[in-house]
């Protein structure tokens, strides 16, 4: 599976997992940041899917991203209740605000593998 180098565009986006009918998590660099942006999508949500998809996030996506020589990633959650998620899953606020195309103010999470 091919992937982006800080060359190629912002719309390379590969999808590392996905559920049918749940949701998905994906990458891509945004050449803007400079960096990779980790986007994650779930329509079923509950304790039980937090903890599948922390197993899932731990021993599937993690080690994918490394293997791809990806060692910081980012996220821009849109509201307090994104950030929440981004937190639980390990991305830590930068206290950065990023205004986006749309003119949307985010706060820029990032972790480091």
Known sequence: MG??????TK????????EPGNGFV???????????????DSIQWSPETYKRYLNIWDTYILPKI??????????LPE???DLKFNIMFGMLPTNLVVTTTDGIDQILTKRVL
Request: hydrophobic share 40%; charged share 20%; proline share 2%.
């Open 26 to 40: 994906s990458i891509r660099y945004d050449s803007d940041l400079p960096g990779w942006m980790l986007h994650m």
């Open 3 to 8: 992937y982006a180098s800080n060359n190629d």
């Open 66 to 75: 490394r293997e791809m020589g990806i060692s910081v990633v980012y996220g």
């Open 11 to 18: 719309s390379l986006m590969i999808k590392l997992y996905e």
């Open 79 to 81: 509201t307090k209740l």
